[in-house]
């Protein structure tokens, strides 16, 4: 599914970040989505398979040989790559609304492993900073796929950044539907 009228600005790109990332699917289905939508992938050691897996080969397509994704060694690491940046970290921990953030290019978008969610000091980090955000979700659901919330966040920040109208292709600028 794609729409190729609406023009993405690589100048303004953003960052994806994922920390300790477990299910080789859920990082291959990320990195075609970094590819496609001009975002940086980061990935943040250790990872529960290798970059060689045939799952992860098969779920970023043939886009992996076009992705350059920048390896970090581990959280420390991470923190110090993300000093002057503005970091958002994504978790079913956080209090603020992914969608009331005001992404601007050079944001980074931090997201925990499928299987224990962000460290402890990266929640701490996101809470200290007043980043620490969520997509909201019904009780008594506990969290949804990575790659959803990675879409999700992902292509919110893209609506805000590149002022794509929520209009409908074709009718952009149009008013409301008659009543």
Known sequence: MSD?????????RISVVLIEPDI??????IARLCYATGCELVLVRPFGFRLTDTALQRAGMD?????????????????????????????????GNYAAIDYQ????????????????????????ADSL????????????????????AVYEALRQINHWSSSPPGNEGAGSPPA
């Open 24 to 29: 080789p699917q859920n990082t291959g289905n």
């Open 4 to 12: 190729q009228r609406v023009k993405i600005d690589n100048s303004k």
């Open 133 to 152: 955000i969520t997509l909201p979700m019904i009780e008594p659901a506990r969290c949804i796929n990575v790659s959803s919330s990675v879409a999700a």
């Open 63 to 95: 886009y992996w040989k076009n992705l350059e994704p920048v390896i970090i060694d581990d959280t420390d690491d991470f923190l110090l790559w993300a000093k002057g940046k503005r970091v958002f970290y994504l978790s079913a921990h956080g209090t």
């Open 105 to 128: 290019p050079g944001d980074a978008l931090v997201f925990g492993s499928e299987s224990s969610g962000l460290p402890p000091a990266l929640l701490a980090a996101g809470k200290a």
